[in-house]
């Protein structure tokens, strides 16, 4: 499995822009992250097709998706089963939308090449302990064609990065924040024809906090990673984070 490595640029989908409640808060610096990977899920849910969101935490995303793809069916999964006023309002408006609770390695219930896209936020780096359970589980869910995205993750070949967050995660300042590398990604797409990795944060993981305080600073952050991904390809690899598509 050879790996695409590239920094996706504007302009992105403009259904997208409506899923970015599906992440709550996020920092000026990390929108074009957010609205790539939401292009990747937008693409590859067509109008009545069928998604399972792994390790959708409160569910904001998988009802962002559901709105915004007409007549999808979305289930939202996690350890533990979204609940509260704000899920029951969502599940009230989107009647293709639903949450179970379940395990990401354990997809038995669903049958073979039921789901269009299988997809995560912040959720590889939770699963990556068992890479060939989490292949093996997935793979079988998803149609020939269908797509595996992962949204928001953690690269973990920057040694100054990896530093930062190895410092932050010491002092109490992040919950879980292991670190992913490239041969994960591979052994994950054993079965898939493809796998992209769009990379971002390369100077702008150190520049985050200034970039965050001044946002114009981020839309300059974010060409300067463009450039130097573009000339420099093996930089990719040393961005702070990715998303991925997996084409089955
Ligand atoms: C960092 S949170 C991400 C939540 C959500 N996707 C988001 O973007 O806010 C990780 C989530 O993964 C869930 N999780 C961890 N291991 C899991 C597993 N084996 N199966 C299902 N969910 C799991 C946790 O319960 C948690 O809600």
């Known amino acids: 499995m050879k790996l695409e490595w590239y920094h996706p640029e504007p302009p992105f989908d403009p259904r997208a822009e409506g899923l970015l409640p599906g992440v709550g808060g996020f920092p000026p610096s990390d929108r074009h992250l957010f609205l790539a990977g939401y292009t990747a899920l937008c693409h590859s849910l067509p109008a009545g097709g069928r998604a399972l969101e792994i390790c959708g935490g409160f569910g904001k995303l998988a009802a962002a998706l559901a ?84 949204v928001f993750e953690p690269l973990g070949h920057n040694p100054w990065i990896a530093a930062i967050r190895a ?53 300059v952050v974010q060409t300067l990673d463009h450039r130097l991904m573009r000339w420099f390809p093996g930089l990719h690899r040393m961005a702070a984070n990715c998303n991925l598509v997996f084409t089955k």
Do not use: T
């Open 67 to 150: 709105k915004a793809v007409p007549d999808a069916e979305v289930i939202g999964l996690d350890l533990y089963a979204a609940s509260g006023s704000e899920v029951d309002a969502a599940l009230a408006e989107c009647p293709g939308l639903s949450y179970v609770a379940g395990d990401a390695f354990d997809l038995g219930g669903y049958p073979e090449g039921h789901f269009d896209l299988v997809f995560g936020q912040a959720a590889l780096h939770h699963l990556a302990h068992d890479i060939d359970g989490l292949r093996d589980a997935v793979l079988r869910v998803i149609k020939p064609g269908g797509k595996l995205v992962f």
């Open 167 to 219: 410092w932050r995660f010491a002092r109490a300042e992040l919950g879980d924040e292991s670190n992913l590398f490239a041969h994960q990604f591979e052994r994950l797409g054993q079965g898939f024809s493809r796998c992209e990795v769009q990379s971002f944060n390369l100077l702008g993981y150190p520049m985050k906090a200034a970039s965050d305080r001044f946002g114009a600073v981020a839309e």
